[in-house]
């Protein structure tokens, strides 16, 4: 397809290496690193020490990938943590920081049950990519970051509430934070859920951007018990217009299932944001009015408080998929890679109703409850991805909805864009 964004992924002998993934996979603006274990590229193995080695070996990975396509640590947009132990955090900050000694890119922090050969902790990124990728003809040069902050919502010394390239905005996962009080707000998960919303709303606010211009949250609960009084504060957010209202417009949505999160939280909230504008120098004719499309097929679960998928410029974002059957709106029977199976059967479903094939994934996210699982998975997912092109995160958790004992979500090219408003 000459002239049309590319899946490009790449590799380099300086960070560790995957059978099942990419270590970078760049698509338009953004390059899309596979979750980086603590490994010693040379050795293959964890490396020796406790959390503050392993912390600065996951840093050194990504620096490593980063550098490997001629980009540089400040190219990199979010961060996100997963820890073992929240209480890990304070070591994990300082390497950080010694990472990230002046720039700071937008942040999530999360304490997950389990990850890959019994690491402590697991570190991704996004970076910009501001040549694009269509070959042979870059699309706008060297694109300019937007990072901004403001007083109405909490700040954070180690993050930039939104760090804005090309056509999205990445919000820093939100706290339950009251931002006069810089105090967890006073309450249940409700009164939390509903802080944190606020928030996203605030730092949305501030860059003149609508609520309704957000194309996935991702909802981060340590009681899966709570979700129902979520969904309820949920509904009085979304959807947040009268044009939103009409077509009952829902982002695509993954409830993450946590072992804790700072502050001892209930829930944390992250966003990802269409930005219509663009980050210059794009060509304003090449960037006003780009519209947010909003597909569901019957051919995968539907949900009544998220889309299957929701494209905007350059991208699909994918709702979190249980092994559900469309048909019957049930579990599918057997066991984890049956689950497995259906499971990729309606990202597969989903994005072929909007005229897009697996080849254009650029990412999968796997949630599993239990890691001695993913050989079985594995078997599954490379029936699905014979290439094993995209990048990947594999985490572990101690409960998924429906009792399900795997999810996913996956973000994928969107080569043709989105058009903009006539």
Not at 21 to 46: E, K, W
Request: with cysteine; charged share 20%.
């Amino acid at each position: 397809m000459s002239g049309n964004n590319e899946v490009l992924a790449r590799n380099t002998e300086n960070a560790p290496k995957c059978p099942m993934s990419s270590q970078t996979v760049a698509f338009s603006h953004y390059n899309n690193l596979s979750a980086q274990l603590p490994i010693d590229p040379a050795t293959g193995a964890i490396v020796a020490g406790g959390i503050a080695e392993q912390a600065e070996q996951c840093y050194r990975n990504i620096a490593a990938i980063v550098e490997s396509i001629d980009h540089h640590l400040n190219d990199v947009i979010r961060i996100t943590v997963f820890v073992r132990d929240i209480q890990d955090m304070d070591v994990v900050d300082a390497v950080h920081r010694a990472f990230f000694p002046t720039y700071l890119p937008a942040r999530t922090v999360v304490a997950v049950d389990a990850l890959p050969m019994d690491a402590l902790i697991q570190v991704e990124a996004l970076v910009s990519n501001g040549e694009g990728t269509i070959p042979n003809a870059p699309q706008a040069g060297d694109l300019i970051k937007y990072v901004n902050n403001t007083a109405n919502a909490p700040l954070d010394a180690l993050s930039s509430q939104t760090v804005a390239f090309s056509h999205y905005n990445n919000i820093t996962a939100q706290l339950p934070i009251d931002p006069v009080s810089g105090q967890l707000v006073v309450g249940g998960v409700a009164e939390q859920a509903a802080q944190c919303l606020k928030n996203i709303k605030a730092v949305l606010t501030s860059i003149d951007v609508p609520f309704d211009d957000i194309v996935k949250v991702n909802v981060f609960l340590t009681d899966l018990a709570d979700v129902d009084a979520v969904n309820e504060v949920y509904t009085r957010f979304f959807p947040d217009s009268g044009i939103a209202r009409a077509v009952a417009y829902m982002p695509a949505r993954t409830i993450v299932p946590v072992a804790a999160l700072p502050m001892h939280a209930k829930v944390q909230i992250e966003a990802v944001c269409s930005h219509g504008d663009g980050t210059p120098p794009q060509a304003v004719e090449d960037r006003h009015g780009l519209i947010i499309e909003a597909n569901n097929t019957d051919a995968a679960p539907r949900c009544p408080l998220s889309t299957q998928t929701v494209a905007f410029s350059h991208y699909n974002n994918i709702t979190g998929q249980l092994p559900i059957d469309p048909a019957t709106g049930k579990m599918v029977e057997g066991g984890v890679a049956e689950q497995a199976r259906q499971i990729l059967t309606n990202i597969k479903a989903i994005i072929e109703c909007v005229d897009h094939s697996l080849a254009d994934t650029v990412k999968v996210n796997i949630f599993a409850r239990d890691l001695a699982d993913m050989e079985a998975i594995d078997e599954v997912y490379a029936e699905f991805f014979p290439g094993c092109v995209p990048a990947r995160r594999v985490v572990g958790v101690s409960e998924l909805p429906m009792d399900a004992r795997v999810m996913m979500d996956a973000i994928f090219g969107n080569f043709e864009g989105t058009p903009p408003v006539a």
